[in-house]
């Protein structure tokens, strides 16, 4: 018995006119292997475009491993089913995602003048080690700490391109945006606010007369407790599962990854890219041109 067809979509998010040719290329080449019929293209951006075909479940899966496999060298490529292709709700880590850094290090780099706190960070993103137990462990050499001098720290954070267009466009089209970060909501709420997040969830390390206690208020947000938000989340404003995006780059991003619709590495470490469905290495924009935004539709 015939596999049934359904639509899918390969979008090419390319950072120039060289990279957009032969990953185009490459692609075609691909497409015409499996004896693929080109339904239809459509242009997103520059450099940006999709393209549209009828493909049954086994040959697209041998598309997706043949798609992330391929080193690209300026190229963010995705492909998935086009049916509930922009989704309602967005889940988004925060360090080295929408920041350039890991800011729980910036307090060990530039109060402690040490690096034990980027050591255990490195190693808890790698899965190196259980992330509860070195949030715990990190949270406890910083006691003592002035929450105002943590606070002056963020002038050295800066956001990644375009973050800000990304979750204003999602916004304003209806998508509920999370920002689910293992850090600590000192930065996260001054990160998250700034951005446009319309939910802002985070580690809360306890004070007590302005410095840290060396212990977290509440459930910890490791790896279960941001899948357990983003669930959460999903079924409070009745969208399906179908509908859910997510991003992230560490070990503790993996479960909500692998639970999103459509789940994308951001210059993630190994274990992260071998679990998501697709990688965005280039442009953070990408994670718009998946769901099929175009120019005209993005809020700068």
């Known amino acids: 018995m015939k ?3 359904f639509t899918a979509v390969i979008t090419l998010v390319s950072i120039d006119q060289f990279c957009y040719a032969s ?3 490459y692609i075609n080449n691909i497409i015409q292997k499996y004896n693929i019929k080109i339904l239809k293209t459509n242009k997103l951006s520059n450099f940006v475009k999709d393209l549209f075909f009828k493909v049954d479940f086994k040959t697209f899966k041998k598309l997706k491993l043949n798609l992330k496999s391929y080193n690209s060298k300026g190229s963010d490529i995705c492909i998935q089913e086009n049916e509930y292709r922009k989704k309602k709700v967005f889940a988004c880590d925060m360090d080295k995602t929408v920041v350039n850094i890991e800011t729980i290090d910036l307090i060990g780099d530039k109060i402690l003048k040490d690096n034990k706190i980027s050591k255990l960070t490195k190693k808890a993103m790698s899965g190196g080690v259980n992330y509860s137990s070195s949030i715990i462990e990190r949270t406890k050499i910083l006691q003592g700490i002035s929450i105002k001098e943590i606070k002056k720290l963020s002038k050295y954070i800066s956001l990644t391109k375009d973050a800000e267009v990304v979750i204003k466009s999602l916004n304003k089209n209806g998508c509920h945006t999370m920002l689910i970060s293992g850090g ?9 606010n700034k951005i446009g997040f319309k939910e802002i969830i985070s580690n809360k390390p306890i004070s007590k007369n302005g410095k840290l206690t060396g212990d977290l208020d509440g459930k910890i947000i490791d790896g279960k407790g941001k899948l357990d938000c983003f669930k959460k989340r999903i079924k409070l404003i009745n969208a399906k599962k179908i509908e859910s995006l997510a991003i992230g780059d560490g070990n503790n991003d ?3 990854i692998k639970y999103a619709s459509l789940g994308i590495a951001r210059q993630g470490f190994p274990k992260v890219m071998e679990v998501a469905d697709v990688l965005a290495k280039y442009n953070f924009k990408s994670v718009l041109y998946f769901q099929g935004y175009t120019d005209k539709d993005i809020t700068n």
């Open 23 to 25: 990953d185009n290329n």
């Open 3 to 5: 596999e049934k067809s």
């Open 254 to 256: 993996i479960e909500m």
């Open 184 to 192: 600590y909501e000192i930065f996260a709420n001054i990160i998250g």
